[in-house]
């Protein structure tokens, strides 16, 4: 006589594992860790140090790419990249400046929590006209990137030297020759500098997540 498959089925014991799976608490349990874990792993990780606070920018006033008054009261409350150019620059301005398009494209999920501020090291030639045509050469978003200048040449060097902490020199006998800092420069929301970077691929990627960073945590800034 044969045997009738599905009697077997019927007669055959659960296995421990069937027996649990079929129990509702099981998939109570289940469906409380799986959602109750990762929050506790994220709740529980730790973060990375707090980037160090290297110096504090003094207040400025400068005149941007449209013409109007801009300084650090407009940038109070966000953090911004600053970086040092000149419009006539034939070799490392071009690159920077393209790299910096980039960056403006990586940071726009940001909101309006960072922003990009190019300061010119050559006044006498970069007036707002001029920055203003270097500005759309580079497409750069006037509520994230803004091109600065100043009518004084001295007061401007003070504050690159003295509150950016960067170095600038020129030639009075070569117009094309200013040397200037190729590094940019990351400024928090209440004007502090929290961290110099190149313009490799390694350094912007690198300064990529300390904004992250720099703009999701919470300070005791006031």
Known sequence: MESNPQTQTELRTPSLIERVVRKPLFWVLFIAFSFGYPIYKSMNRTLPPELPVIATVPEFEMISENGQRFGSKDLKGKAYLANFIFSRCPTACPRMLADLQKVQKRIKGTGHKVS?????????????????????????????????????????????KDGFKVGVEKNPQDLFDIAHSEKIVLVDEVGQIRGYYSFDENSINQLMIDVGLLINRPTNKE
């Open 116 to 160: 990009i501020v190019s300061f010119t090291v050559d006044p006498k030639y970069d007036n707002e006209k001029v920055l203003f045509d270097l500005a759309r050469k580079y497409d750069a978003n006037p509520h994230v990137w803004t091109f600065l200048t100043k009518d004084s040449e001295e007061e401007l060097f003070a504050l690159y």
